[in-house]
């Protein structure tokens, strides 16, 4: 699978030089499902007009602050947004936190790559095509396997905007099963999604 990471970056993003640091951070195993997510994204993207190089660098990185919530919010003095409630919002910590871990430990600048991380988790209204590939893409890579994934999975390749909708409704329906809370963003998400679909 490494393949897909090795032609000559637009960015000049040094994927060889990360990629020790990455799996340092996150571990072989998250790291390898960063690849897969690449491949599912591009898959997803193919007869789009986005740049997939883009793509890469976002599913590359998506996952750069996961496990290291706490060393990096106390290394890069970050400021989260006020929807990251760090007490009731910890499973999202690491979106919001990985847009800035990929700007300051991973040199990344680009603005839509940054956002696309940001945003990977808890979606939010209105997102770009790039977004939408980078939230969805997470969702069903190939080895995720929780119930409900097959159907998610087949709607976002037959319609993006219809899989991201089945791939919200679950998440909150399973965030309330559990009794958890619910990221207004998410809520903001699929509600934006239903208007847009209700014309």
Do not use: Q
Not at 93 to 101: N, R
């Amino acid at each position: 699978m490494l393949n897909i990471l090795s032609k000559k970056e637009v960015y000049m993003f040094d994927y060889d030089k990360y990629k020790a640091k990455l799996i340092n951070d996150i571990g072989e195993k998250r790291y390898k499902h960063s690849l897969r997510v690449i491949a599912c994204a591009l898959e997803l993207s193919k007869n789009m007009k986005i740049d997939k190089e883009k793509v890469k660098l976002a599913c590359f990185l998506h996952d750069c602050a996961k496990y290291n919530e706490e060393k990096y919010l106390k290394e890069l003095d970050v400021d989260l947004p006020k929807e990251v409630d760090i007490r009731n919002s910890m499973p999202v910590v690491h979106s919001f936190l990985g847009a800035e871990v990929a700007k300051k430990v991973y040199n990344v600048k680009d603005k839509d790559v940054l956002e696309a991380i940001k945003y990977h988790t808890t979606g939010k209204e209105n997102m770009t095509d790039l977004e939408k590939i980078v939230f969805i893409a997470d969702a069903i890579e190939e080895a995720r396997s929780y119930p409900g994934v097959e159907d998610i999975r087949k709607k976002a390749f037959e319609n993006l905007d219809e899989g991201i909708l089945a791939c919200l409704n679950h998440n909150i329906k399973y965030l309330i099963e559990i009794d958890s809370f619910i990221n207004p963003l998410t809520i903001s998400a699929r509600n934006y999604l239903i208007r847009e679909k209700n014309g």
